[in-house]
């Protein structure tokens, strides 16, 4: 004698009908809609947070390196002199870097870092990131982030 298997109603193995995908694809795409911004501005948060800790950085950098040579980069040395010897034999001598292990870094959005040695309020030097638009000015995240010039 054959046992029985109790019967599945076809409702139970069709799976869910187009209707029921389209309402769960909805109610993701409103949660997204709420969330995600949120998460962006996070995002952009982290930005300005990391190009501001980035700028004390390199100060620290280069007050390192004036204390070494007895001035700060000239405007044609820049930055990468805090990674690279002088050319000037005098002033190769008291040289003691590299001041950074991994190179001057870029800012959070891939742009350089600007710097002049003119000094920037009560800063001895100019260090700054355009900030996300990569201009100089703007506003919340596109606003200039450091030790800006004076005008």
Do not use: C
Not at 98 to 104: F, Q, T
């Amino acid at each position: 004698m054959r046992k029985r298997l109790p019967s599945v109603s076809r409702r139970a193995v069709r799976g869910f009908t187009l209707l029921e995908m389209i309402v769960v694809l909805v109610i993701i795409g409103l949660i997204m809609g709420l969330v995600g911004p949120r998460l962006f501005r996070q995002a952009d948060k982290a930005k300005v947070q990391t190009a501001e800790t980035q700028v004390r950085m390199l100060r620290g950098a280069l007050e390192t390196m004036r204390l070494d040579l007895g001035r700060f980069p000239t405007q044609e040395e820049g930055l990468q002199l805090l990674t690279s010897r002088p050319a000037d034999q005098a002033v190769g001598q008291r040289w003691q870097g590299p001041y950074l292990e991994d190179g001057v870094p870029q800012d959070p959005w891939g742009n350089p870092y600007q710097y002049s040695p003119r000094p920037s309020g009560h800063h001895a030097i100019t260090l700054y990131s355009f900030g996300a638009d990569g201009q100089a000015g703007g506003e919340g995240n596109d606003a200039d982030i450091g030790q800006l010039p004076t005008q």
